[in-house]
């Protein structure tokens, strides 16, 4: 009988679409993951459920998604979702190969993770959700 440790979180389900797993998953192959921490993205993609992008429900966060999340301090942060050659920290736009980015992934409003980090485990929250590419209809972006 395994003994489940009161003290560690349980990660909630995610669901990805097909789309976003093929594309992540040559992401992690190339060139542009070599200096990144991947190993808890590629856990995250191997628990993931994978769905049709046109079954992806409206209230899931996908790659270019538009999400707001509190952070265990208490602040709040909204960021929209991307591949890293289109990140840009000035206008909020996170690398799904960034911590926070990969932590996102998949989660629904509601949903809360703690997630590995540089300087420490982050811990969030999702609040909303202000754009998702699947229920704009967008379902190739």
Known sequence: MNAERLDEPIAPAI?????????????????????????????????????????????????????????????????????????DAGTGKVSVLAPVGSALLGLRVGDSIRWPAPGGDIDLRVLSIRYQPEAAGDLHR
């Not at 976003?20 to 590629?42: K, M, Q, V, Y």
């Open 15 to 87: 669901l990805v679409s097909r789309l976003d797993c093929e594309r992540i998953e040559a992401l992690l192959e190339s060139p542009a993951a070599e200096h990144h921490d991947t190993a808890a993205l590629r856990a995250e993609l191997e628990r993931a459920d994978i769905v049709a992008p046109a079954n992806m429900p409206s209230d899931v966060i996908t790659m270019n998604s538009t999400a707001r999340f509190a952070l265990n301090d208490g602040s709040e942060r909204e960021i929209t979702l991307v591949y890293p050659r289109d990140a």
